[in-house]
């Protein structure tokens, strides 16, 4: 979707190498939800950030919002092969939208050599 | 408990045929979502349900019907498919109080 841009789209990072992904809007993100998708499967959620300036963690993985509400970055530390896949951000672009009708970004392809 | 369920798997449609993708989801989730994803685009969203006997449009609803007859089911039919509707297409569902989406392994449909 253009309301929600992913950069870079694809990323060959060598294994234990850190790296960040990154998603914008011009509009307020007033939820953002990070998942991954492994080649040929769904999706699976990782994280969701509502906050301005939240930050959260899980294992390697760092996601943060800024303080505008209006960019998000995923952050990998020591990338491993089980890291590879697409990572997709999703975002409510309005208020009071409950999760139900979420704007996806185009996705990041990650891979990483061992 | 096998999550969210999706049949079939593939599928190869001429233009002008029917035929209906079925979700199923055994979590007891009040939500569910069909999504179809291209290369480059994403996600977006077709329908979705926040309960039994509801559905309601999402960003990309034409040509598409759905139902939700039984509340652990959302069906998805496309009438007439075109070549345009050729593309990946993923079910999901959540619970009421949670923004987590639970998504199924996808249904990969080829209109030729």
């Known amino acids: 979707s253009q309301e929600l841009e992913q950069s870079p789209q694809s990323l060959i990072v060598q294994e234990g190498k850190n790296l960040t992904i990154n998603c914008t809007s011009s509009?307020?993100?007033?939820?953002l939800y990070w998942y991954k998708q492994k080649y040929g499967e769904g999706l699976i959620f990782l994280m969701m950030l509502q906050k301005g300036g939240e930050e959260k963690s899980h294992e390697k993985i760092t996601a943060k919002l800024d303080e505008k509400k209006q960019q998000s970055s995923l952050h990998i530390t020591a990338s491993q092969p089980s890291h590879a896949g697409i990572y997709l951000c999703g975002a409510d672009l309005a208020r009071g939208g409950a999760g139900n009708m979420l704007t996806f970004g185009g996705g990041t392809r990650l891979m990483v050599k061992p | 408990n096998a999550g969210v369920t999706q049949t079939p798997k593939f599928r190869v449609l001429k233009t002008g045929q029917s035929m209906t993708l079925l979700c199923a989801q055994d979590m007891n989730h009040e939500y569910m979502y069909w999504y179809r994803q291209d290369p480059g685009m994403g996600l977006r969203l077709i329908h979705y349900?926040?309960?039994?006997?509801?559905?309601a449009k999402g960003e990309v609803p034409d040509g598409y019907n759905v139902s939700r007859l039984k509340k652990q089911n959302f069906l998805l039919g496309l009438e007439s498919a075109a070549p345009s509707q050729t593309s990946v297409y993923f079910c999901a569902s959540r619970r009421t109080d949670l923004y987590e989406q639970y998504f199924g392994p996808g249904t990969r449909l080829t209109v030729t």
């Open positions: 509009k307020t993100l007033y939820g």
């Open positions: 349900s926040v309960g039994e006997g509801t559905t």
